[in-house]
């Protein structure tokens, strides 16, 4: 499609950048389409807006205050029912690139328009990258007070012509894919976590809209209203703007595609801003949840200290796990063990110190690793860390300070306090040889009214997350450990990444859980599971290793399906999705009982054989250097190829309670190897049971 075809706004004003070609209304300033030379078309149009003092400058929003809300929870996109006041245009400037001497270039083109409303002014930036249009904004102050900011907004949208639209969340949920005319009227789909990636689809042309704000989470929500498709990103930026002031907010990458693969676009784009994982960490194994005390779905009733614990080890090993990660064991009181008073001390409930040295040794000599459970969001107000180091603490705008889960919310983007953390863990790396660890809280914390230096307010929240946890990793590294770090960061914000040796994906846990909810016929649920699985994988870089669960201790207890996964899935049905996710790529974790309901005091399996068998096989016959490569069967069978080289796997789970017979790839070659399964052959099919699954070993013969 020519951009000539869709634009009816005349006169217009093209600026052609690297291999972009931006059009945009001469008269209004405002963006109408993005040329992505030799890929795609976009046709739509760009708005930006700011939540001011109780209300949202264009009005296309209904203004909620963020005050009060919870670290987890993400700003709501509700369109107003209002008329729009339209930012003023006032003219353009335009930066040439300027060549310097020396390893890097100098100055970049950019183009930027300015506007006027009321008493702000906005400054939008176009620039490119690849094939990306980057576009970022500027609000300044031009009013004679102070203003109070909630919320700025990037509001892309497009007509939805006669070939319709449709658009998906790569790696998030809700997991379906959405066809823009059968979406209600201004009521949005929104993300159920933070989200960078929206795909759209519209006739043959496929455009990447990915918005990525370092400072700030953000809510993502697309809606139809008549025939236009609203796609916003509205991030939960909170300041005060003085007189003269200036804001900067997230940056927008739009990336035409045309018909071409809209995947590999986004994964160039997260490498060249550095958003890759490190490759100095553990990146494969099992891990294994739990703690002393037993479970936090039976109230952890089992009075033991780590040294008593310690002879749980020898099973664990033998079962298959090689990483141990251990619920909170710090001075707590009776609040419970995520309330810590002092994560320098070792509660004596668990046998202090020396206990802890000796569950560490006897887990080193198996051969595994070990993971404390750091809790960074603050102590009680009253307990005595929380009194002598209160300054560290967020404040609300009445000065008082910030809680949550009735602890302190400490501001994660303090220097001091990030100092305090990762000497915290290198020491912990001395007394006890820990070898990583998993960051509770690690979205962030509360909005703090007295930031350090020359942060905003809002910095404290997914700014606040990634740097704990850097401060975290870096603590391992600087104490010479191979590093396992997986922060509580549920969101797939790819600037995470360069922290995260292995990634919370509580995405597919929530994808799982949504899709059993709704009682999807096996077929449609093992087609919609692959495609959902592959997309996550086809959008995040190489090498990033996910973690892969049925539950954890939030999940048994008081989110979503608040229940083993033997009890929500039943307990067949549950076996094979665990075998799906010991073989797709990523690290399996189980939480402690999963293998036997006894530990958590509930009638149910016992499984350890069951696990045993999995993960030697896993172990065996392939790692996370084996590619994924997934299949659609048309059937409720799950299948897919793990591939390194020569070497090739192929996997099949039945999702169904009946037996599946299924046709074979064409590429399996003769003599393939059954290694671990059961399936029946017949010519160049196979059969599997109910819930049955089968893997199959080969190797390439070299040209």
């Known amino acids: 499609m020519r951009m000539a075809d869709a634009l009816n706004k005349l006169p217009l004003k093209q600026w052609a950048c690297g291999d972009v070609i931006y059009t945009f209304g001469l008269e209004d300033g405002r963006l109408h389409a993005v040329h992505a030379i030799g890929k795609g078309v976009w046709n739509g149009e760009l708005s930006l807006d700011i939540g001011c003092d109780g209300r949202y400058e264009t009005g296309r929003l209904e203004w909620h205050s963020f005050e009060g809300a919870n670290t987890w929870e993400l700003p709501r996109i509700v369109p107003s029912e209002g008329l729009e006041k339209p930012w003023q245009f006032v003219g353009w400037e335009e930066t040439e690139p300027v060549a310097e001497a020396g390893p890097k270039s100098g100055s970049e083109a950019c183009l930027t328009a300015y506007f006027r409303l009321d008493g702000m002014e906005l400054a939008i930036r176009y620039r490119a990258v690849g094939g990306f249009a980057v576009i970022d904004a500027q609000f300044v102050n031009r009013g004679a007070a102070s203003v109070h900011v909630n919320g700025v907004a990037f509001m892309a949208s497009q007509r939805i012509g006669a070939e319709g639209a449709a658009i998906d969340f790569p790696g998030n949920v809700p997991y379906k894919v959405f066809e823009a005319s059968t979406l209600a009227e201004r009521t949005p789909v929104e993300t159920g976590l933070v989200n960078p990636v929206i795909r759209l689809k519209a006739g043959d042309e496929r455009t990447n809209l990915i918005f990525v704000d370092e400072e700030e989470k953000w809510g993502t929500g697309v809606y139809r209203d008549g025939d236009t498709l609203q796609l916003v990103n509205l991030a939960a930026v909170e300041a005060n703007l003085a007189p003269g002031e200036k804001l900067v907010c997230g940056t927008l990458y739009i990336g035409p595609v045309g018909s071409g693969d809209s995947f590999e676009p986004i994964r160039e784009l997260y490498i060249r801003k550095g958003w890759v994982p490190p490759t100095d960490g553990h990146r494969d194994g099992v891990l294994y949840s739990c703690h002393p005390h037993g479970t936090m779905d039976s109230d952890f009733p089992i009075k033991r200290d780590m040294a008593a614990f310690a002879e749980e080890l020898p099973a664990l090993r033998d079962m298959g796990i090689d990483h141990v990660w251990v619920l909170p064991i710090f001075e707590h009181l009776e609040r419970g063990v995520y309330h810590p008073t002092d994560q320098r001390i070792v509660d004596q409930r668990y046998g202090g110190d020396r206990a802890v040295e000796t569950f560490s040794r006897k887990l080193h000599e198996l051969g595994m690793t070990l993971l404390f459970d750091y809790v960074p969001h603050g102590p009680e107000l009253e307990d005595p860390l929380g009194i002598e180091f209160r300054r560290w603490a967020s404040v609300r705008r009445d000065g008082e300070p910030q809680s949550e889960w009735n602890c302190l919310s400490f501001d994660m983007t303090n220097p001091e306090y990030l100092d305090y953390t990762k000497e915290l863990v290198?020491?912990?790396?001395?007394?006890?040889?820990?070898?990583?660890?998993?960051?509770?809280?690690?979205?962030?914390?509360?909005?703090?009214?007295?930031?350090?230096?020359?942060?905003?307010?809002?910095?404290?929240?997914?700014?606040?997350?990634?740097?704990?946890?850097?401060?975290?990793?870096?603590?391992?590294?600087?104490?010479?450990?191979?590093?396992?770090?997986?922060?509580?960061?549920?969101?797939?914000?790819?600037?995470?990444?360069?922290?995260?040796?292995?990634?919370?994906?509580?995405?597919?846990?929530?994808?799982?859980?949504?899709?059993?909810?709704?009682?999807?016929?096996?077929?449609?649920?093992?087609?919609?599971?692959?495609?959902?699985?592959?997309?996550?994988?086809?959008?995040?870089?190489?090498?990033?290793?996910?973690?892969?669960?049925?539950?954890?201790?939030?999940?048994?207890?008081?989110?979503?399906?608040?229940?083993?996964?033997?009890?929500?899935?039943?307990?067949?049905?549950?076996?094979?999705?665990?075998?799906?996710?010991?073989?797709?790529?990523?690290?399996?974790?189980?939480?402690?009982?999963?293998?036997?309901?006894?530990?958590?005091?509930?009638?149910?399996?016992?499984?350890?054989?069951?696990?045993?068998?999995?993960?030697?096989m896993r172990k065996q016959y392939f790692d996370n250097d084996f590619i994924t490569e997934y299949v659609y069967t048309g059937t409720p069978v799950f299948a897919f190829w793990r591939k390194n080289g020569a070497d090739s796997r192929f996997i099949a789970i039945n999702l169904s309670n009946e037996a599946v017979t299924l046709a074979m790839p064409e590429s399996m070659p003769q003599g393939a190897a059954l290694v671990y399964g059961d399936a029946e052959m017949n010519g160049g099919a196979s059969t599997l049971g109910a819930y049955g699954s089968a893997v199959w070993s080969m190797k390439q013969s070299k040209a």
């Open 426 to 616: 290198k020491e912990h790396v001395e007394r006890f040889n820990i070898d990583g660890a998993r960051i509770d809280c690690a979205m962030g914390g509360l909005t703090n009214w007295r930031p350090y230096d020359a942060n905003r307010p809002s910095n404290s929240n997914l700014k606040g997350g990634i740097e704990i946890s850097k401060a975290i990793r870096d603590g391992f590294i600087e104490a010479g450990k191979k590093p396992l770090s997986t922060p509580e960061n549920f969101n797939p914000v790819p600037a995470y990444a360069p922290y995260t040796d292995v990634f919370y994906d509580m995405a597919l846990y929530r994808v799982l859980f949504e899709m059993e909810a709704e009682e999807l016929a096996p077929t449609d649920f093992a087609r919609e599971l692959t495609r959902w699985l592959e997309a996550e994988l086809m959008s995040t870089v190489p090498g990033y290793v996910k973690l892969r669960f049925l539950g954890n201790h939030d999940t048994v207890t008081w989110v979503w399906n608040k229940s083993r996964a033997t009890a929500w899935y039943g307990e067949e049905r549950a076996k094979a999705l665990w075998v799906l996710l010991s073989c797709i790529d990523g690290m399996p974790m189980l939480y402690q009982g999963d293998e036997d309901a006894s530990i958590y005091l509930q009638e149910g399996p016992e499984l350890r054989g069951f696990f045993r068998e999995l993960f030697q």
